[in-house]
Each structure stands twice: as C-alpha cells, then as structure tokens.
C-alpha cells in the first residue's frame, strides 16, 4: 500500500514538475477529478453496471460449460477423442478477429458481449477441471473399488474434491479473463459499457476520464478476483492457502 502511494506521489510530481499536458498522462488529481465527476454524474455508475453484467454473465455461461465439458472429458476417453480437439483449434483462433462475426450473429448488444467473455475465459477454466478431475491418487480410487462403490460415488468423494483446487484456480483467472473479454467486445461494437466510455473518451481527447474508466475497471477485475477467492476458501475449508496454490 505505502509503495502504491509512492508510485502515484511521484506520478504527480512528475506531471507537475515537467508540465506534462493531460492529453498525454493526466495526473493523478487528475484522474481523481474525472473519476469524481463520471460517479457524480452516473455516467461511469451506469457503464460499470453494463459491464459488470456482461462479466458476470459470461463467466457463469464459460464456468458451467467448462465444468461440464471438463467432467465429461476427463470421465469419458470418447468425449475427449471427439470434442477436445476441436475446442483447441477454437482456441487457436485470434479472438479480436472472431468478435466482429460475433456482433453479426448476436447484435451490438449485450449478448455478444456475453459470448465474448465466456469465450475467452472458457478455455483455461476447462483445462483446469480437466488436470483437477484426473488428479485423484490412484490408491483412493483403488480402495473405493475394492469396497465395491460405484462410479458416481467414487467420482463425488474422491475426484471432485481432489479437483476443487484446480477448479478455483481456473476460476481466479477466468474470472478476469472475462474482464477482458467484456472490453474487446465493447470496443468492437457497443452502445454502452466502460470500453464504449473509453471509446467516447478517446474520441473526445479525455485522456483522464479514459484513465478514471481504467482505474474502475481495474477495481472491478480486483474485486471479483478476490470474491472468487473468498468463496474458494469458504468451500475448500479443509485445506490451506499454500496447499491449494501447491496443488494449481
């Protein structure tokens, strides 16, 4: 904490002492200002609700889609044969070049902003249930067989606890992934959003009111990275922090 306000102290006397104009770096009082005036006037309150949605929505479309996929495919020697290597060609695909075909199919609307996130927070997500699923130690698994469980049981007491790790962490990252993707579908086509903001921004050279929507949306990405920590410690109560992060 004490560093970060180095950083922007210095910020400040930089900007000040060279009189650097804030059309190329706003300073941070700057900054402060813009972000007073876009919440004063809801403008930034409104476009970070829109995004938020697009955010939270997307992630819970890619989290239930991976989960699933990735049950299927580490479960079903089939499934993956099948699905798994046309999901990793999707991948390779630029997604930046995928978005505005997306905006034809769904509209400017919120839904392409919806696919978008999913999209591009969906893959590291399934290759993390994929690895936490197939992570159970052989001799548990053995044991349940030899006390005749069956399949469904032994998937629920032993491979998906064993996988929850993974699982969080994949969710960590994609849940700001999602972030990520909400922005680039904003910045392709939108009618509203903190990217459609920073676009106005741009276009109306307010270099400290783009910096006030990039400080929000680096709030955001930090404040749902850490809700989604908080709920993995509350569901893996049983283990630690440095047993979970050993085990990601």
Not at 107 to 119: D, L, N, T, Y
């Amino acid at each position: 904490m004490a560093f970060g306000f180095f950083l922007l102290g210095a910020w400040e006397l930089v900007c000040r002492g060279l009189a650097i104009s804030d059309l190329v770096v706003p300073a941070p009082t700057q900054v402060l200002v813009a972000l007073y005036q876009g919440f004063e006037t809801g403008q930034l309150w409104y476009a970070t609700l829109v995004t938020l949605k697009e955010v939270v929505l997307g992630f819970s479309l890619s989290a239930f889609a991976a989960l699933l996929l990735g049950t299927l495919i580490s479960q079903i020697r089939i499934v993956e044969v099948m699905i798994y290597p046309y999901i990793v060609a999707l991948q390779t695909l630029p997604k930046i070049a995928l978005a505005p075909m997306i905006l034809v199919w769904f509209g400017v609307g919120i839904e392409s902003k919806i696919f978008i996130a999913a999209m591009v927070s969906f893959f590291p997500m399934l290759v993390n249930n994929i690895v936490g699923f197939r992570s159970a130690p052989e001799e548990k698994i053995d044991l349940m067989r030899s006390l005749s469980a069956s399949k469904a049981k032994i998937f629920l007491i032993i491979k998906l606890p064993e996988a929850l790790p993974y699982i969080f962490a994949g969710l960590n990252i994609g849940i700001v992934l999602s972030v990520l993707g909400a922005i680039v579908g904003e910045f392709i086509g939108a009618k509203e959003g903190l990217g459609y903001q920073i676009l106005q921004m741009n276009y109306n050279l307010d270099t400290p009111g783009v910096f006030a929507a990039l400080v929000v949306l680096g709030i955001m990405g930090v404040g749902l990275n850490l809700l989604a920590q908080f709920a993995r410690r509350r569901v893996i109560f049983w283990r630690t922090d440095s047993q979970v992060e050993g085990s990601a």
